[in-house]
């Protein structure tokens, strides 16, 4: 574990709201709990259950947006993130999040996300409290349950904020909701206007829809769990960049067992693949753990594990300074772990 620890890692699938921590959540539910707005003990229960359905994972999201949904909590939660990823040596993260209102603080989507790049646009150098250098991104989330002008609208959103660290758009939220037809206009229209996209894609069997998003050569897809033979040829053909999330899926029975995994057959076909941790506070995991992960489960070695590393370097959705830079960190990492 310490090696994977010291070894620098690219994050490209983490969703903001999914990966604060602990602690954090109990400490704001109990404050909301003092003030008689919510009952703490339930959600204490709520917030501390280990294994979870993928539906029931919707449910604690609906908990923990109660939860961070003001100013001052959204810039917190986000500065502790990148912390917590800078302290295992990410050294670069695209964090995502669905843009979110909260009338009642005075919050808009646009006033959301400015709270959100507080703290990840000005981390290019070196992150405040670890002093480790770590470069921070940000996609905005489409989440299924909205409507083809409210993707539009954090399609827009994100146009606005690109020379702030926004660098594309993603599509998320309950997999069992909504059709493609309605995202598909903002995210075509997003893709005409230079913004990357990223697609959960596969989470539970729906082939049509599968077919659809490749179809559609997003820059990423995330999980590709239910996948039929078709769809891995599909997708071989096409190159596209896989984010899998290891312990997301066997938390969630998206894949029956980790000797299951997907992640064996992409690997061993030499498919771009990337490893990610999803949600890192829900799933209770962090990118070593998932790199340890593939270590003891795939039989992967140092070399191995720091080319797997390595090679996400070129899926990343910023420009070709910071990949740049990036292959620096690699190469003296390089020497140094040799
Ligand atoms: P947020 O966008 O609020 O920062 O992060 C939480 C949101 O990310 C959830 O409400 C959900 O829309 C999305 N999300 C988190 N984990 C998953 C996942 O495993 N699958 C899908 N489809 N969406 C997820």
Not at 126 to 154: G, H, P
Not at 293 to 313: P, T
Request: proline share 3%.
């Amino acid at each position: 574990m310490e090696w994977c620890m010291s070894m620098p890692k690219v994050e490209l699938h983490a969703h903001l709201n999914g990966s604060i921590r602990d602690s954090t959540l109990l400490e704001l539910a109990k404050g909301l709990g003092d003030k008689g707005l919510i009952d703490f003990s339930q959600v204490e229960h709520v917030i501390l259950k280990n294994d979870r359905s993928l539906s029931e994972v919707f449910k604690l999201f609906d908990v923990i947006h109660i939860l961070t949904t003001d100013h001052a909590t959204v810039t917190r939660i986000t500065k502790e993130v990148v912390e917590d990823f800078a302290s295992e040596n990410v050294v670069y993260v695209e964090l995502r999040t669905t843009p979110k209102k909260n009338e009642a603080k005075g919050m808009s989507k646009h006033s959301y996300i400015e709270a959100v790049l507080e703290v990840s646009a000005t981390n290019d150098k070196c992150n405040e409290d670890t002093r480790k250098k770590i470069f921070v991104r940000l996609l905005l989330s489409i989440d299924r349950r909205e409507t083809t002008e409210a993707a539009t609208e954090t399609v827009m959103l994100a146009l606005e904020m690109r020379h702030f660290g926004v660098v594309g758009i993603d599509l998320s939220g309950n997999p069992a909701v909504g059709e493609w037809v309605t995202y598909f206009p903002a995210l075509k229209f997003a893709r005409e206007q230079g913004l990357y996209v990223t697609l959960h894609c596969g989470e539970v069997p729906n082939s049509r829809e599968i077919h659809d998003m490749l179809d559609f050569l997003p820059g990423r897809i995330g999980h590709a769990c239910f996948f039929q033979e078709e769809h891995w040829r599909k997708l071989k053909s096409s190159k596209i960049p896989v984010e899998l999330c290891l312990t997301s899926n066997i938390r969630t029975l998206s894949v029956p067992s980790i000797d299951a995994h997907h992640f064996v057959d992409l690997y061993k076909a030499k498919h771009p693949v990337v490893l990610c941790t999803d949600d890192s506070g829900v799933f209770s995991t962090s990118l070593s753990n998932e790199y340890k992960i593939a270590a003891s489960s795939f039989g992967l070695g140092r070399k191995e594990m720091f080319e797997l590393s390595k090679n996400a370097v070129e899926f990343i959705f910023a420009d070709n300074t910071v990949k740049e830079d990036l292959g620096n960190i690699f190469s003296l990492a390089a020497k140094n772990l040799e």
